[in-house]
Structure formats: structure tokens, C-alpha cells
């Protein structure tokens, strides 16, 4: 596994790579015995296309990713992948579209799991009444991820 630590307009981000697909985009630094930092021609795209998209020129991302979780899991974050650009849905937008409509806590957290930030949109999930909650990285991370989006 390879990794990039990024200085983005947010702040710290590592961007994670493993048999030639993105496996985690990430807030902070991070460090494991298994992350080798050599840069690939994968994490220097990524990285391009993270900057692009800060600075308003990306709408959409072209990188092979691997998703990895349980089948309830991969459903919501394939979900989130449907979500538009500029556009955001509750948990129960979320619930209702994988078929299961009282499933919002559970949609909840996967969405908390979900390891590819950004390009998986989970920024883009809000609450029933249209109010920013929870993300990992810090509610004030997703209502600049939002921003930018509405800019």
C-alpha cells in the first residue's frame, strides 16, 4: 500500500493506494506499518483531481477505487456515489433508496465508515431538515465541503 499526505485547502489529506486503486482518502496524517511512501502515478492523479476539485474545476472523479465493507454498506456508499454534485440528500433519502426506509441509523453508520472521503460524497448527506450533522473529519470540514460545492 502506498500513501500521499496532500496539503489541501482543508487541511492534511492522505490519499491511500493499494493494487492500483484508491482504497481511502482521509483528513489528517496517517501512518501505519503497512503504508510505503513512494508516489505512484495513481496517488499524483488523485491528488490532481483533488486540487481541481477545490478549486472548483472537478465535478466529478475518474479514479479506480475499491470500496470494502458488507453488502449493507456497500449499498449506501454506492448510493452516495449517486448523489449530485452541489446536491444533498437526508439519511432517510439514503434509507428509502437502498430499499430499506427505517434503516437511516444504520445508513448512518456506514456512512461513518465509509474510507474514501470526497470521492465517496458522504459530505453530501445532511439531516431530514436540511441541517449539516456529524462527518468524521468535523461538521465545520462538511459544510466547507458543501461550500465549495454551492460556489
Do not use: V
Given at each position: 500500500?502506498?500513501?500521499?499526505h496532500y496539503k489541501s485547502p482543508l487541511g492534511i489529506i492522505t490519499i491511500i493506494e493499494q493494487n492500483g486503486k484508491i482504497t481511502e482518502i482521509s483528513f489528517g496524517k496517517k501512518y501505519t506499518a503497512e503504508l510505503i511512501n513512494t508516489p505512484t502515478p495513481l496517488l499524483g492523479i488523485a491528488?490532481?483531481?483533488l486540487e481541481e476539485y477545490f478549486?472548483?474545476?472537478?465535478k466529478?472523479?475518474?479514479?479506480?477505487?475499491?470500496l470494502s465493507?458488507?453488502?449493507f454498506q456497500l449499498k449506501v456508499w454506492n448510493e452516495l456515489l449517486r448523489i449530485d454534485y452541489g446536491s444533498t440528500k437526508s439519511y432517510k433519502d439514503i434509507a428509502n433508496a437502498i430499499g430499506n426506509?427505517?434503516?437511516?441509523?444504520a445508513v448512518g453508520q456506514a456512512?461513518?465508515?465509509?474510507?474514501?472521503a470526497i470521492i465517496v460524497?458522504?459530505?453530501?448527506v445532511v439531516g431530514s431538515n436540511g441541517k449539516i450533522t456529524g462527518y468524521a473529519a468535523g461538521v465545520d470540514i462538511k459544510q466547507k465541503l458543501i461550500n465549495i460545492e454551492k460556489s
Open positions: 500500500m502506498f500513501y500521499l491528488k490532481k483531481q478549486s472548483g474545476k472537478r466529478f472523479f475518474d479514479l479506480p477505487i475499491a465493507g458488507t453488502n426506509p427505517k434503516a437511516c441509523r456512512i461513518h465508515k465509509n474510507l474514501i460524497p458522504c459530505h453530501r
